[in-house]
């Protein structure tokens, strides 16, 4: 029996789609083919949110999709508007998050020839999507959307775009929604072999130095009381990516903090001298690893990922696991029991105390350091968003991350401009949390006309600058490697980022002494406004410890002070 | 190390270069690459031959299986299978030299489809080996074009991929 249909436009079946996936939210700026979709979202029961610049669009639904899991929906027109996307599309793909991206396009009948404001936009995406569409009838857009939603947060999550041509947006069709999807070429593993798991209890018997190495694939499947289960079951120490902070509790005592270039020592040293290393939901990324061929020498590598062709694609894997993280990890707490780690858990209590993170503190100028610590301690529980740098790296070893979702970052890409509108599609799906954009001088700057929007749509978000004048992590690495000549890394001056943010309508504020820190700190948070803090910081202060890449993770540079 | 995958993909528009795209990003070679429908007409089958040591093929594998328009990958093994290329060969000819390059045809059971005053087309088909002598041995009459479907491969037996 055939459900019953209703007849409308293209435009009209997108907004009944888009409720049927119960989008709240979609981010996005006009054009001319978008017309009859944006004459549709004029009274639809939809938060439209107006950026400045299409870009912001993407990072916003992206940050959206991060602080819910939900999947972030963004639009924009044809031709520039989506080739504006395309950063924010890449962003989210090398960060496995969901995300659906619409863009217009000029109609059927003059595809291919060169028409205004053309671009072949699933053309550029191909690489950078999981899966995109080029809308040819309006009868198959229902199918379409319904397909895009399933593909963008199932099995590895990821953008799917959809161009829709304008003539496919006037055109009318017999709308009814599928209920269900059917690709045959498209059926992620989520139960993992449970063989396998067995394979990996077993390893995890005979273990006595373990180490847990947990990414951004944990906080995807929302396994992070899964994670901490197993950790504390077996009593390995847990070390976490960048896109995995959050997945464990910060506070912990297996806690091991952030593997790789700018980890802590213990954990690298503890990646490199594990006998049986388990990763989750990561895929051996080059700033984790450092030199490949040294990387955890004496280790056993299982590794649980939901995307087959992570495993053994840059370090070779004893004990594969294909599956969803959540599932995984509980049946692999089942079979396993503590291993025989007292002895390491005790060497790795010695490493912790002897190679701490630490910085030199001052009472004249801002640590930047510092001011991740104050944000801290003023609110525990903020969702902190990052821009690209420096900052990132202090904001990723210096706060105490205690629940998912609650850090936001560009990891695969880094991507400068991309923390202040993923920030508001933090706070927009999150209008709990207390929101922070932790930012550089240089990144904030690449989306700073997104000021617009935080004012015009009073979405209180913090941007808390680390002013240091420089395009801080590039001069770092010329101080190091390129003998102190700071080739176009000189940004002092640019301008007045509290008069900016007052030019915008919103809160600007500044400190420029660490007695200042935690005053503008609480006062940003107490106004209730869109802010902008101008920390000025140390101006020459380094992100240490330090890999040098391509060397091995246990040949570290401590570079405090210098 | 050559292997020859067979990929039965959704017969839809930008399938093909969703694939080749992900060939040269990830920087694979391809050696051929051949492509048309099936007995199914929702899918076409593309004949890859690719280049490469296990753990090239694992990951092209892996890669292409994440395609969503890739319905499955196969890797085909020569001994197993029944692998086939055609050729067109433009040769020149003239009355000396056609009864010789006639008697090539002959012994490689190839055919001649087209006879012109100054030329002679040749179809020929078989393995990769066969082409290559085919065309080593036409080669000193002068070869004015040739072209070369790539290979299809398909495995014996009953059993399909």
């Not at chain 1, 998050?97 to 396009?105: I, K, N």
């Not at chain 1, 191909?126 to 899966?131: G, Q, V």
Request: proline share 5%; net charge negative.
């Amino acid at each position: 029996m055939s459900r019953p249909t209703e007849k409308m436009t293209g435009a009209r079946a997108l907004i009944e789609c888009l409720y049927k996936e119960e989008v709240d939210t979609i981010f996005g700026y006009p054009g001319g083919v978008l017309l009859p979709i944006y004459d549709e979202l004029y009274d639809a029961d939809i938060r439209h949110i107006l950026v400045r610049h299409e870009q912001a669009a993407a990072h916003a639904a992206d940050g959206y999709a991060r602080a819910t899991g939900k999947t972030g929906v963004c639009i924009a027109t044809s031709g520039p508007g989506a080739t504006n996307l395309v950063t924010g599309i890449a962003n989210a793909y090398m960060d496995s998050v969901p995300m659906v991206a619409l863009t217009g396009q000029v109609p059927s009948f003059l595809l291919g020839n060169d028409a205004f404001q053309e671009a072949d936009i699933t053309g550029i995406t191909l690489p950078i999507t999981k899966h995109n569409y080029l809308v040819q009838d309006a009868k198959e857009l229902p199918r379409i959307i319904k397909e895009a939603f399933h593909i963008a947060s199932t099995g590895r999550q990821g953008p799917v775009l959809i161009d829709l041509p304008k003539d496919i947006t006037t055109d009318e069709l017999d709308f009814s929604y599928p209920e269900s999807v059917e690709l045959r070429g498209y059926k992620p593993t989520v139960k993992g072999n449970i063989q396998q798991v067995k394979r990996a209890a077993a390893e995890i018997a005979r273990s006595t130095n373990p180490v847990i190495y947990a990414g951004g694939g944990i906080i995807n499947s929302n396994a992070s009381g899964e994670l901490l289960k197993l950790a504390e079951t077996i009593m390995a120490p847990v070390t976490t990516t960048l896109t995995g902070m959050g997945a464990f509790p910060a506070d912990h005592p297996l806690f091991l903090g952030m593997p790789g270039m700018h980890g802590t020592k213990y954990a690298n040293y503890a990646i490199q001298e594990s006998d049986l290393l388990i990763a989750v939901g990561v895929r051996f990324d080059d700033r984790v690893t450092g030199k490949v061929a040294s990387f955890a020498p004496n280790a056993r590598v299982i590794h649980i990922d939901i995307d087959p062709a992570e495993i053994s694609k840059n370090v070779r894997v004893d004990t594969p696991i294909v599956g969803d993280a959540k599932w995984v990890l509980e049946s692999l707490v089942k079979y396993s029991k503590k291993c025989k780690s007292e002895a390491w858990l005790d060497k790795i209590k010695q490493w912790k105390k002897e190679y701490p993170l630490h910085y030199i503190k001052s009472d004249d100028i801002i640590k930047p350091q510092y001011i991740v610590e104050q944000i801290c301690e003023a609110c525990g529980d903020a969702i902190i968003v990052t821009e690209v740098g420096q900052h990132q790296m202090w904001a990723a070893q210096y706060f105490k991350f205690k629940e998912p979702r609650t850090f936001i970052t560009s990891g695969g890409l880094g991507t400068m401009g991309y923390g202040f509108p993923a920030a508001i599609g933090a706070k927009l799906g999150r209008p709990d949390k207390v929101v922070f954009d932790i930012a550089g001088d240089g990144s904030f700057q690449m989306s700073s006309q997104e000021l617009a929007t935080v004012v015009e749509n009073d979405i209180p978000v913090i941007v808390a600058i680390f002013n240091n004048g420089y395009l801080g992590m590039v001069r770092q690495w010329q101080e190091l490697f390129f003998e102190h000549r700071y080739s176009f890394t000189t940004i002092k001056g640019s301008v007045d980022f509290v008069k900016l943010a007052e030019a915008y309508g919103a809160l600007g504020l500044r400190a420029e002494k660490p007695s200042e820190v935690r005053p503008v700190i609480e006062e940003a948070i107490a106004s209730g406004r869109p802010t902008v803090i101008d920390f000025i910081v140390d101006p020459e202060e380094n992100v240490s410890p330090m890999v040098p890449a391509g060397a091995a993770i246990n040949e570290i540079m401590d570079l405090e002070g210098t | 190390m050559k292997h020859t995958l067979a990929v039965l993909v959704e017969n839809r528009a930008g399938v093909l270069s969703r694939v080749s795209g992900l060939f040269s990003r990830r920087g694979y070679n391809i050696d051929s690459l051949a492509v048309g429908v099936t007995e199914d007409p929702a899918i076409s089958r593309m004949t890859i031959v690719v280049r490469g040591d296990d753990h090239v093929l694992e990951q092209v594998t892996k890669q292409l299986n994440k395609l969503i328009d890739v319905i499955r990958v196969t890797d085909i093994k020569a001994d197993e299978a029944i692998e086939r290329e055609l050729s067109l060969i433009k040769v020149a000819a003239d009355a000396n030299t056609r009864s010789e390059i006639i008697q090539i045809v002959d012994i490689f059971r190839a055919r001649i489809v087209d006879v012109a005053s100054k030329s002679m087309t040749i179809e020929v088909t078989g393995d990769d080996e066969k082409i290559r002598a085919m065309e080593q041995l036409l080669r000193p009459f002068g070869i004015k074009e040739m072209v070369r479907t790539g290979k299809i491969a398909m495995t014996r037996g009953a059993k399909s991929v």
